[in-house]
């Protein structure tokens, strides 16, 4: 999620009492809430063309955890959990929510948008699903963007 230009208070207020104390960072223990902004040189240069080049405030939640320790009925708890900060993000005015398409939980194929987007290509997401089923063959580690694909 971020904004285009200096985020206000009551965006920043969300990020802290809503993103950061609701995402289900004790439940998948390899998740982060990152908090950033661009600036000066960053903001004069050529932009990378990706959905999120218009933005200069951002912050990614990245849900992330080791399956195999947890049953079906916690990794519904982490997505419930992860669904409910994106569906309240989605309502802060102002604030552009899954801008580039690529942070969200792995079980929310209706919620995304599709590989050959978040990847720029069609090609480039086969590559990249081809290179995430030979290192993690039994989808061991399941974390955004590579497992919502297989």
């Known amino acids: 999620m ?9 965006i920043l207020d969300f990020v802290c009492n809503t993103v950061v104390a609701q995402a289900p960072l004790n439940e998948a223990a390899f998740s982060l809430v990152e908090i950033r902004s661009l600036g000066g040189a960053a903001l004069s240069g050529t932009r990378i063309p990706t959905g999120n080049c218009h933005h200069t405030f951002f912050v990614d939640l990245i849900t992330q955890y080791d399956a195999k320790d947890k049953t079906g009925d916690e990794r519904q708890a982490i997505v419930d959990l992860t669904n409910l900060v994106v569906d309240q993000a989605r309502e802060v005015e102002g604030l552009a929510v899954d801008f580039s398409g690529t942070h969200s939980q792995p079980d929310d194929v209706d919620r995304s948008a599709s590989s050959s987007v978040i990847f720029g290509t069609e090609a480039m997401a086969q590559i990249v699903m081809t290179l995430k089923k ?16 297989l």
């Open 2 to 10: 971020g904004t285009t230009g200096i985020p206000d208070d009551r």
């Open 134 to 149: 030979r290192t993690d063959p039994n989808n061991r580690l399941r974390f955004h963007p590579f497992a919502k694909f």
